[in-house]
């Protein structure tokens, strides 16, 4: 028991898979994903600096690199599901800081119990560091969920997914991050190996809100 379980339980999220059950060309585990979500938040935080915006990035790097360590103990509930309605998201929520603070006050020791309680706690809240974690957690399931569809993926899954992670980014359009992402980011990802005008370029321009 104690950190050597915390420390063991790292390669956990290792063998864990992101929307299991479904056929994917590209497998993508937890632990990748908090990765991926990190470097992400690291290139918009930079965004938001860069135009005058004062970041903590201890905080942001916290939130960042910890904010799906819970699944851990619920694994990875789909997108679409755990969103379909707001009681089902907040019995989620509910049943993850359970099981995260009985994991605390058994393997964290009590001196470091408070620091961990915050550290794996909702992340996505109405600070900067909050935001930009949003954004960067929706980013990464954007090309996970693209990735699949540009490979010829039939499950109309990767579809919904791709539409709920666009139209999320698009609530935080007063962010300059944001804002960088929709004029230069995404341009370069529709035009690299799609056709035009197929169903994921109609869908996208529908939700930016062209013709």
């Known amino acids: 028991m104690g950190i050597h379980n915390y420390f063991k339980s790292l390669s956990d ?3 864990m898979n992101r929307c299991p059950g479904k056929f994917k060309y590209q497998e993508h585990s937890v632990a990748s994903h908090s990765f991926k979500v990190t470097k ?20 942001l790097y916290e939130k960042a690199l ?12 789909k ?29 964290i020791p009590e001196e470091f119990q408070a620091i961990y309680e915050r550290r794996f706690s909702e992340g996505k809240d109405e600070t900067l560091e909050g935001k930009i974690l949003a954004v960067a957690d929706k980013i990464d399931l954007l090309y996970e969920s693209f990735g699949e569809i540009q490979k ?15 139209s999320t980014i698009l609530r935080y359009q007063e962010m300059h991050c944001v804002q960088y992402f929709l004029d230069n980011i995404l341009p370069e990802m529709l035009e690299e190996g799609v056709i035009p005008y197929t169903q ?3 869908l ?3 939700l930016l809100g062209k013709k």
């Open 13 to 15: 999220l290792e063998g």
């Open 40 to 59: 992400i938040a690291q290139f918009l935080g930079t965004v938001e600096e860069h135009h005058g915006q004062e970041l903590d990035w201890r905080i």
């Open 66 to 77: 910890n904010h799906d360590y819970a699944e851990l103990f619920t694994g990875d509930i």
């Open 79 to 107: 997108t679409p599901v755990k969103y379909a309605m707001p009681e089902l998201k907040q019995l989620f929520s509910q049943v993850e800081e359970m099981m995260t603070r009985k994991f605390i006050e058994q393997e």
């Open 152 to 166: 010829g993926n039939p499950e109309p899954l990767f579809l919904e997914i791709y539409e709920e992670a666009l």
């Open 200 to 202: 994921i370029n109609k």
């Open 204 to 206: 996208s321009k529908h």
